[in-house]
């Protein structure tokens, strides 16, 4: 059974910076794909940023290229959001993702139980 547990969503003022964290348990995935995406109140699922943890390889939404950073501890088997310059806008209930192959845009395998991000004006 694979288990991710989010943490480190809040309140923030816009401008400001939180870090995300979500560990991974149940097995190892050093070797495929982790990510994150959001969730926006009467808005579709959104993709956020990806990272291949076998080869260090990022991805980012338009949206948010340049403000997050995405990084991976591979022996704590957990993955990292820093978001930087907050915007009211990124609101949203924040979701780790976990593939077997790859996290992308379309989705992932496993999923977490989400934690809320709120950025106020």
């Known amino acids: 059974q694979v288990q991710l547990v989010e943490s480190g969503g809040g309140l923030v003022q816009a401008g400001g910076s939180l870090r995300l964290s979500c560990a991974a348990s149940?097995?190892?995935?050093?070797?495929?794909?982790m990510g994150w995406f959001r969730r926006a109140p009467g808005k579709e699922r959104e993709f956020v940023a990806a990272i291949s943890r076998r080869i260090g390889s990022t991805y980012y939404a338009d949206s948010v290229k340049g403000r997050f950073t995405i990084s991976s501890d591979n022996a704590k088997n957990t993955v990292y959001l820093q978001m930087n310059s907050l915007k009211p806008e990124d609101t949203a209930v924040y979701y780790c993702?976990?593939?077997?192959?790859?996290?992308?845009?379309?989705?992932?395998?496993?999923w977490g139980q989400g934690t809320q991000v709120t950025v106020s004006s």
């Open positions: 149940g097995r190892t995935f050093s070797s495929y794909g």
């Open positions: 993702a976990a593939d077997d192959r790859a996290v992308t845009p379309d989705g992932a395998d496993y």
